[in-house]
């Protein structure tokens, strides 16, 4: 959206971060858990802190001293023929909750399954150690789509262009990543699939083809399309390209995402003059206004749960991420420090939020645990924005 006009300015200058309620502790009683980690000496030490840091970023478990955890866990790890081994055992009580061993090349990997596994058996809920965050990165030379592990182990790039590229979006099956480029001239729109290894253009039009966003099942996009002298959102199939526009106002409508449901679409509008979120059924319509705590609101995300939605927001001139009930209330703030925090993505359980941020002075890709309020830093050296969070599972 237009960041400069007058009017946006003058509305931001009003707020000041002052007046908004900070983002408080979504409220899970993490249960505690005492870890033991004995084997090779260099595996030993590196599964040790990952496992640490898993279980206190988890949102549901905590680690504990010797004699304070409710469930203790002791892990040996080994390295074999084949790779790696952990072999993990846990108790509570006396009882034995817990006995797997995995098998892998890299600690971190198997670290991660297990404790996903721990997560999920004593809190009935999945856990997001294993998952993977892509990013756009930015460099001298060019732009990189790069996947990264919660964990030490560097970037993966998928692909790299001299062009720009921007609002990468995760597929729900996992198997691709539909983003915007440049590469052709154009604002187009591709599609990377990870079978393949290889990214392919799937819309291009004159003008803004860019901002997808998938629907729950996967079966459809709601993109931002420049089309008839207006820029509006529409629906895409992305197997055979066909479009349908969904809102028919001349202000610029842009940046989608879908209720968990697939009912209904949130996405930012300039109608009143400056960009306010609005809710509409998936299938088009005019929408409800959401938002009226700020002058300025864009990037809007939906959590799996449909119980909240993410965004950014100008307040005295800086750029911070929010957080409101989906009906618009509850607005807390979840970012103080630096002054250009944006582009919020959900992890799959809801629990977390990763953004782009310039709060260590350049811009990167940060993490945030909803439970602590505990912010990481997952990107590395350059500029890195854009994230989006793989699904659960792959």
Known sequence: MRKTTALILLLAAAATASEFLPMTPIGADCIPVTIRVTGDRDLAVDAAEQLADDIDFSGLLMTAPEGDGYAEADVEVRS????VELVAEVTSGGERLLSRSYTGTSIYTLVHA???????DLTGEDGIASTLIAFVSRTSTGY????????PRGASRLMFDEEPITT???SPDGGRIA??????????????SFADASARKILSA???NASPAWSPDGGTMAVTLSRNGNVDIYSLDPSSGATGRLTTRESIETSASFSPTGAQIVFTSDRVGYPQLYVMDSSGGTGVRATTSHGYCDSPAWSPDGERIAYT???????????MDSDGSNVRQVTFDGTLNEDPVWGPTGRHLAFSSDMEGGRAVFVV????LTVRRLSDGGESYCPTWSPLGI
Request: proline share 4%.
């Open 114 to 120: 297990f404790a996903d596994d721990l997560v999920f």
């Open 313 to 323: 927001a100008m307040v005295g001139g800086d750029f911070h991420i929010f957080v």
């Open 179 to 192: 983003f915007a480029s440049f590469q052709s001239g154009n604002c187009d729109l591709w599609m990377y």
């Open 80 to 83: 074999v023929s084949r790779g």
């Open 144 to 151: 990189a789509l790069s996947t990264k592990y919660l964990d």
């Open 369 to 372: 645990e909803l439970n602590g």
């Open 206 to 208: 004159p003008g803004l």
């Open 168 to 170: 990468p979006a995760w």
